[in-house]
């Protein structure tokens, strides 16, 4: 699976039920970063998620850490409001993490600062805090999987279900 999210100490079940359903319609991985602020067997969690959870890959990691070196490998872009470089001015390579904060605060400092040319932004308008994190995923996301021609989805119109 080339293209994973990544999700820092989530705390809206929302949220990351949202973005569980985004996964299952794109083939991504979705891994949840300790601690969480929901227990996965929340109900809010599954009802946003629907019945998509059987057809996405979910991992849990202690740490952020652990996550970095179980996929040593792959490059990691960290989404941030604070972030110079623009989503779609980078060229996304084979297996990449996309990763994002928790919703009241975001990514911590440290890891950004750290990663600083590896962090990216969603354009907004001034006075504009942020979107919600299930739509920077999404944006994101769809960013990435444009530029690989949404390889394994079905690109076909067909009438279906709004």
Not at 84 to 92: L, M, N, P, S, W
């Amino acid at each position: 699976m080339p293209v994973h999210i990544a999700l820092i100490e989530p705390e809206i079940p929302q949220n990351t039920g949202n973005i569980a359903r985004t996964c299952a319609a794109t083939g991504t991985g979705l891994h949840l970063v300790k601690p969480l602020g929901f227990s996965i067997d929340d109900r809010y969690l599954k009802r946003a998620g629907l019945d998509y959870w059987d057809k996405v890959l979910v991992s849990v990691s202690d740490s952020f850490a652990e996550l970095r070196e179980k996929y040593a490998g792959a490059a990691f872009y960290y989404a941030s409001t604070k972030a110079g470089r623009i989503y779609t001015e980078v060229e996304y390579p084979g297996e990449c993490f996309l990763v994002f904060g928790k919703e009241t605060a975001g990514l911590p400092e440290d890891l950004l600062e750290a990663n600083r040319e590896y962090c990216i932004r969603i354009p907004m308008r001034p006075g504009i805090r942020s979107l919600n994190l299930s739509n920077s995923a999404a944006v994101i996301l769809y960013e990435v999987l444009r530029q690989r021609g949404f390889e394994h989805m079905e690109l076909k119109g067909r009438m279906g279900r709004v």
